[in-house]
């Protein structure tokens, strides 16, 4: 079970979004924030039942599913390959930390992705702050590792077209992947 939750935090990580582009130390802050806060939701909700654990766990394979297939459904943006302006670190990293932090499809993200590899056996709040922690690492690394490649593989990535549609399937199609291995499982 832990085996499959790292390979599937390790693919969710690699592929890239927005918060690349953002300071990864801020945005791993804000997102451990929001795997603490699902924790003790998760937490109080399991307590109180195994059916609420099946109920949280369904209506998240449902979210997972919903979020596959709304990133194969976007629409290519226009390119924009005008530099930003500099900011300073500071400003980078509480950028990265409040919009990680506030924004609620992270939390409703945590909390429907980490009871797809909880046991309703094991105490919930040290297995979903495990797991939170787990990924938010896993992340931080991957985003520094984009951060550094970022500027070498733009002027490459920028051309490419079929490359950010490739993108979205792929990451559609792990979100659902997801959603129906959590199903076809129990």
């Not at 804000?30 to 949280?56: E, T």
């Not at 490739?166 to 997801?178: D, S």
């Amino acid at each position: 079970m832990f085996s499959a939750f790292l390979i599937a935090s390790f693919i969710l990580a690699v592929t890239p979004g927005p918060g690349v582009l953002a300071s990864v130390a801020g945005v791993a802050l804000g997102n451990l924030g929001n795997a603490l806060g699902a924790s003790v939701g998760l937490a109080a909700v399991f307590a109180v039942s195994a059916l609420a654990f099946r109920v949280v766990k369904y209506l998240g394979a449902l979210y997972l599913v919903y979020l596959g297939v709304q990133a194969i459904r976007r629409p290519r943006a226009q390119d924009d390959t005008r530099a930003p302006a500099p900011a300073s670190l500071a400003r980078i990293f509480r950028d990265g930390f409040v919009v990680a932090l506030l924004n609620p499809k992270t939390a409703i993200f945590f909390a429907a992705f980490l009871p797809q590899f909880m046991s309703a056996d094991s105490p919930a709040i040290v297995q979903s702050l495990t797991l939170g922690s787990v990924f938010v690492a896993i992340a931080a690394i991957t985003d520094t590792a984009y951060a550094m490649a970022a500027g070498a593989l733009a002027p490459v990535l920028t051309r490419g077209r079929g490359v950010r549609a490739l993108g979205r399937y792929l990451t559609g199609g792990i979100f659902i992947g997801l959603g129906v291995y959590t199903v076809a499982r129990d």
